[in-house]
């Protein structure tokens, strides 16, 4: 099921419906029921082109300089930091 899933996002093939049947009855029926809360955005992230993991890892990299600089210092390094990087 696993693989199976893997494939479909690799090759950007919405076979969604037939995996989500196939998993209710599967030890990834949690995740099953996950995805099919939210069949639309899943449809849409498989088929579609773009992505936002450039904006996400920009938000990833701030958001790890804010965690290391907690309690050490104010804004203006923070920013001085953020500017450096």
Known sequence: MVKRFQDMLRTKTAAL?????????SLLA?????IAADRAAVTAAI?????????????NKV??????????AG???????LIAA
């Open 17 to 25: 419906e037939n995996w989500l049947t196939d998993a209710r009855g």
């Open 30 to 34: 949690a995740f099953a029921a996950g």
């Open 47 to 59: 088929t579609e082109p773009w992505s936002n993991g450039q904006t996400e890892g920009q938000i």
């Open 63 to 72: 958001k790890l300089l804010k965690r290391q600089m907690y309690g050490r």
């Open 75 to 81: 804004l203006d390094l923070l920013r001085a930091r």
